[in-house]
C-alpha cells in the first residue's frame, strides 16, 4: 500500500510516503506559517521523488489536529481534494498520537503537549507502542490539570512536542526528576510518523466527505465574540 501523509497542523509543513509498510520519502519546511504556499509544491516534489503520480497513492492522510486551525484546515482540504479526484480513500490521524511515536521505548508515559496559547495546553498520555498505547483521550486544559494527570499515572514521564519551549520550566518546577523532554530534533511532529500510523489503522480509511479536522476548542474568533455577546448581555 502506498501511502501519501499531510502535516501542516503545527508550525513546520510535513510531507511523507509509505510504500508497502516502508519509509520512502519525507520533507519537512518549518520556515514560517506558509502552508498554503509550500504544500503542493512539497507533494508534487514528494511523488516526483518516489517515482510515483497522484494515481499511484492508494491512501492520502492527513494530521487532522488538535492544532492551528488555519494549519488544519489546509491539510484536510487538500487531502480531501487529492481523495476525491483520484477516486481514494483517505484518513485522519491525530497529531499528538503520531508525536508519541517520537519516543519508540521509554519506561513511564510518554507525554505529548502542544501550545494552545491562552495559558493552555493540547495534551494527551501514552505507553510506548506501534501504535501507542492511549491512557488519556486528548484534551484542551491548563498546564496544570493536565500535570495532574500526569501525576496520577505515578511513572516518569518525557515531553515530546511545541508545547515543551514553552513549558519545560514548569514542568521541571511540579515534576522534578519525574520529568524528562525529548531533545529538539525530536520534538516537532513528523509526517513520516503519521504515516506508518496511517497503515496502522488503514482499515479505518473513510471517504474524503466525512474526513474532518479534530478541534478540541472552538476558534479564538468565536471565543472572542462569544466573550464579546457575553459580556453585551451581562
Known sequence: MN??????????CGVAIVKDAKPCYEAELNIGMTHSQRLMPMVDAALAMAGMT????????AVVGPGSF???????STVKALAHAQGKPCIGIDALEALALNVPEFDGVICPILDARAQQVYGAIFEAGMPPKRICEDAAEKLTAFLDRVEA???RAVFVGDGVAVSERAIRE???E?????PVQHCGLRALNAALL???YAEHAQDYVTLLPLYL??????????AKEAAKNG
Not at 501511502?3 to 513546520?12: E, H, N, V, Y
Not at 488555519?70 to 484536510?76: H, S
Not at 519525574?178 to 525529548?182: I, L, Q
Open 153 to 155: 499515572t505515578g511513572k
Open 217 to 226: 476548542r472552538a476558534p479564538q474568533a468565536e471565543r472572542e465574540r462569544a
Open 174 to 176: 511540579r515534576l522534578g
Open 54 to 61: 497522484p494515481a499511484d497513492i492508494d491512501l492520502f492522510g
Open 70 to 76: 488555519t494549519g488544519v484546515r489546509i491539510g484536510v
Open 198 to 200: 496511517a497503515g496502522e
Open 3 to 12: 501511502i501519501l501523509m499531510i502535516d501542516t497542523s503545527g508550525p513546520a
Open 178 to 182: 519525574k520529568a524528562v523532554f525529548a
